[in-house]
């Protein structure tokens, strides 16, 4: 009994289905055919991931790597699987009080305020700062770009249509980051769906772009990546801290998750560090 | 000092098997839930400052309340106490607590990587996630521990590490102020072990013994 019981846990859950070093060849198999670089992300959570596709389709590895060789629209939904695409509106409150306290009154003293929410996914945290440009009467002067590898949340994004039960908890965590009036200012419901206004989409623009692969495409004033970095290795980690800092202007914002950091990079030290628990940082020189 | 004494106190019947496993082990890992903190707390106090092994800690916990418990732990135990940190390397003499909202993943060179991904179970920290994660970068060298919980949170994780041939222990459910989660572990895989509270603490210190005495030779 105790035998036929184990063999019966030997699932997903509770057997290894794919080593390290197939990942590896995962990767380079990827890289070869679609030309995207995962070999710079983290490979605990890429392991994860794709025990979790085989999962869920119930492949093999061999069937795995036949499908993204074959099935172009498999790849994309391999590429959202993969990466994370979990968010919230104003998720850690804290973060964006510390934005409306600390960085918005210098930033409106810039004449055109360009923002990129960099790994935007389906643009949450882009509205956040939609809204929070807005309540401080800086929507109008304001540009603000999304982008993603994953085209397909990029599309969602741009349609800033969510789920209503999401809208309680988004609520809690603007009351909570301090800002007057309510969220409900700032979407339309209807039915089981919220619609952020046509207005906060206005000013926005989001796009393709591949932390790893892609360079500076324009200046910014601010920029937001928070918790993307943390599924890069050390060295994309630097690479990407370095393609943000030259891609802000002078004395412009950079702002990571609250677990993320420049490290002791050289670059570092052209950073000020605006507030360390929310990891906001301006740059210097 | 009176917990050193229960420390020092080695286990008395170790069985020969469970002693090799401990011999080869590599980490030790503490999941628990509700009615589990204090256990956990206590544990970590008696902790000598060489003990053997890197710890990790995963405690189900909210974001809302910003919890000192590590540096509370840290200024408190012997043994250093902290947030594990994304990229940090995993070393002995420290015990690493899961940063809550967060799940806490191993690389396989050995340092940790800090995910943001669906939680599981409504956890996040999940202790699934880090058992196994831990488990496909130290095989079958990793020793794991489920106290009480509320949920079946780690379940899956221990069987996964029995899988690997890894040591896997519960709490006694007749012990535990929430049962569900060691009641959960045992009903899916064979633990190796089901400890009373003072068996965990006697347990923990054998661990110490047994390697130290590997370290010194005195074997």
């Known amino acids: 009994m105790a035998e036929l019981r184990n063999r019966n846990f030997l699932s997903s859950a509770t057997a290894d289905t794919v080593t390290f070093e197939q990942i590896d060849e995962l990767v380079e198999w990827v890289k070869r055919i679609h030309g995207f670089d995962f070999s710079g992300y983290s490979r605990a959570s890429l392991k994860r991931r794709v025990t979790r596709i085989m999962d869920l389709h119930n492949l093999t590895l061999f069937d795995l790597k036949s499908l993204l060789v074959n099935d172009y629209a498999f790849f994309e939904e391999f590429i959202i699987e993969i990466t994370v695409n979990v968010t919230e509106m104003f998720r850690d409150p804290g973060f964006y009080r510390a934005v409306r306290e600390k960085v918005l009154p210098y930033l409106a003293s810039f004449q055109r305020i360009k923002v990129w929410n960099a790994g935007c996914s389906t643009g949450q945290e882009l509205y956040s700062f939609a809204i929070l440009l807005a309540k401080e009467n800086l929507y109008k002067r304001s540009f603000l770009y999304g982008t993603d590898i994953n085209t397909r949340v990029l599309d969602l994004a741009k349609k800033g249509i969510y789920d209503l039960k999401l809208m309680k908890h988004y609520s809690e965590n603007y009351l909570e980051s301090g800002a007057s009036g309510s969220l409900s200012d700032f979407y339309t419901a209807q039915y089981d769906a919220a619609s952020i206004n046509h207005s906060l989409k206005k000013n926005t623009l989001f796009s393709v772009h591949n932390l790893v692969s892609d360079g500076v495409f324009n200046e910014f004033q601010l920029i937001s990546c928070r918790n993307v970095l943390i599924y890069f290795n050390v060295e994309l980690q630097q690479k990407v801290i370095s393609l943000f800092y030259n891609s802000l202007c002078p004395f412009g914002f950079l702002c990571l998750g609250s677990k993320e950091s420049l490290r002791d990079s050289e670059l570092s030290r052209r950073f000020k560090v605006i507030d360390k628990a929310e990891n906001i940082y301006q740059k210097i020189e | ?219």
């Not at chain 2, 469970?18 to 509700?34: H, Q």
């Not at chain 2, 996964?160 to 959960?184: C, F, H, S």
């Open chain 2, 1 to 219: 000092m009176i917990k050193r004494k229960i420390f020092i106190k080695k286990l008395n019947n170790l069985n020969k098997d469970i002693e090799k496993r401990v011999r080869e082990a590599k980490v030790l890992l503490l999941g628990c839930s509700a009615g589990g903190f204090g256990l956990v707390y206590d544990l970590v106090l008696g902790l000598p400052e060489d003990f053997p092994l890197p710890v990790i800690v995963i405690i189900h916990r909210s974001k809302k309340y910003r919890s000192s418990m590590e540096e509370l732990l840290d200024s408190k135990s012997r043994i250093s106490v902290k947030l594990a940190e994304d990229k940090e390397q995993i070393k002995k003499g420290f015990v690493y607590f899961a940063p809550p909202d967060y799940h806490l993943l191993l690389e396989p060179e050995g340092f940790f990587t800090l995910d943001t991904s669906e939680p599981v179970m409504y956890c996040r920290p999940s202790i699934d996630v880090t058992f196994q994660s831990v488990a496909d970068v130290y095989q079958e060298n990793v020793i794991a521990l489920l106290f009480s919980g509320a949920n079946a949170d780690g379940a899956d994780g221990l069987a996964y590490i029995q899988a690997k041939k890894g040591l896997v222990g519960v709490q006694n459910p007749e012990a535990a102020e929430v049962r569900t989660m060691p009641d959960a572990a045992i009903g899916r895989c064979q633990v190796d072990m089901i400890l009373s509270n003072s068996e965990i603490f006697s347990f923990i210190g054998s661990i110490a013994t047994v390697l130290n005495s590997v370290k010194d030779g005195k074997d």
